[in-house]
């Protein structure tokens, strides 16, 4: 793979080098840690660049070693910007500012030539919702108006990451810019960071993703907060997949400042996957061995806090199975030279939703959370721990709690002690579940892909899709309630195909042409769609979920060893009645209910498929998922 704006720049030095700048701009500069000399002339031209547009004080170049991460929590907990936890070993509470708190969506832009090559053409001017076009003018206007000097008064971090083990074919670097020391040390864990990956760089293509970081200064000059600088109403997250290259102003939080996650391995990453022919997915990746002491590998894709952490740390309910770890958000996925698929997980730790995480709920993740972890916007306690709604049970007694905000909290104030999209931020090779084979680069190959979301109303357990256009069908039509990890409010279901809907590199119909072309470069896993989250007439979700979802995985790897423990429905395979092992379940399962297509209900979602897919992507969307629609139309018709 060649990135065309390295290969520019590659192809200028083939004339004297253009490192002048850099020079002269590192004379008058301070390099007051690292060695500019480690650097790559494409870097360094890079960094350059960078430096002229921010004027930042100094420039720090990142080692990624823990005497680096001594230095910069010192600096941190001097500026406020993290708390000790004298708890713990190790670890740190953040608390950014309240404006602050999640990814921002509406801010988030795609720059293309074309518009329709980044979002699909809605027929009469429909405003679109599957992604944000920016032209290249805007895009330089939008760095014009909020990036000369916004490093003023800073150090500017230069950090070299891989995005997979270090040297695997299938990794990608990035070199990420930016004036944060809380970004540093999260892409620390989040990324394989440092010194390392400059020898590879030095001695590979020397290609690398450019992510341009600041948190900014309001216009008015005046930071809310010194501890958590910030410009919430400036912030902007802009990407330029023709270039490989991202660039994210104002807001220090998660996906917005983190840029090999959600911008670099996602929005880049599936411009890359479609341009070289394999996926870039929002997917949980796990390993699960029955009885018989078989292992299969399944991904999933559930969209944000709905459940991925959770699957991928299974502590399961059933006797003699055992699940393991490969990663917990993203995976990449090819064909290898026998066909099989073959996924990696991009990243070195999890970023995970604290609120729900427990021991009774993943206790798994209880065992990995408390060393080397940061954690952002959730609750203290004063015996130097932390606290989050469901951490109830582990509470010692007589502590006093501060919630996200730092004001005294109990539980009769009716408010949340810990931000609902607080996190943890925790190196996965701690987890004990962690595969033997997380970081093997050749992949872990895939039996079974699973599709879900959070539906109330409607939505059985489980069901299989037919064939593999069936399953991408199923995966475009994703619905899900709205949840914290983005600023929608309220809970309204909303259309989230393939968990991706934040996170589409480019045209939706585009995607799912590609995804459809997946079944003729190899052999493609079974699809299924689950749903932990319906609920009862009550209002009680009528599945225990968590540990006992591998009930669920029983059944999943069951057909992907060709049983025939299913019977067909209107909307795909279902477990054959009995075939869904509930063998000593504690609490009661109304299976017809968890199971029961409502026609009114299923009538209702094909035309809001419907009208979704006719709005949102009309002549984008192949052919064969409006085929397939029509199909599921004249099954729920026979209901
Ligand atoms: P992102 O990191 O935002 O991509 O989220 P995620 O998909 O990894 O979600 P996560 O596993 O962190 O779960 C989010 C919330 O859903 C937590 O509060 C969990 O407690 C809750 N949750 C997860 N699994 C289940 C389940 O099986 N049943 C129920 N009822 N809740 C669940
Ligand atoms: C998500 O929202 O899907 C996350 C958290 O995994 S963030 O990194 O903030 O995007
Ligand atoms: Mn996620």
Redesign the pocket.
Known sequence: MLLKGVQLLRGGLASPPKCYNFRLVCRSLSVQYGDVKTLTPAVREYVDKCVNLCQPDRVHICDGTAAESKLLQGLMLKQGTILPLPKYTNCWLARTNPADVARVESKTFISTERKEETVPVTPNATPGTLGNWISDADLKAAIAERFPGSMKGRTMYVIPFSMGPVGSPLSKIGIEITDSPYVVESMKIMTRAGTPVLDVLQQGDGQFVKCLHSVGTPASGVQAQASWPCDPERTIILHKPAENEIVSYGSGYGGNSLLGKKCFALRIGSTIAKREGWLAE?M?ILGITDPKGVKKYITAA??????????AMLNPSLANYKVECVG??IAWMKFDSQGLLRAINPENGF???A???SKE??PIAMSTVFKNTIFTNVASTSDGGVYWE?MESSLAPNVQITDWLGNPWTKESGKPAAHPNSRFCTPAAQCPIIDSAWEDPAGVPISAMLFGGRRPAGVPLIYEARDWTHGVFIGAAMRSEA?A?AEHKGKVIMHDPFAMRPFFGYNFGDYVAHWLSMEKRGKVPKIFHVN??RKSDQGK?M?P??GE?SRVLEWVLRRVNGESCYVDSAIGHIPAEGELNLAGMKEQVDVKQLFSLPKDFWTQEVEDIRNYFESQVGADLPASIYAELDKLKARIAEL
Request: hydrophobic share 35%; net charge negative; charged share 10%.
């Open positions: 929002h949980l559930f969209p944000s806090a709905c459940g991925k952490t959770n699957l917990d958000d970023f995970g939703v609120p729900g995480t709920t993943n469901g949840t990890a932990w989250f979700f599945w979920g968590y979802n």
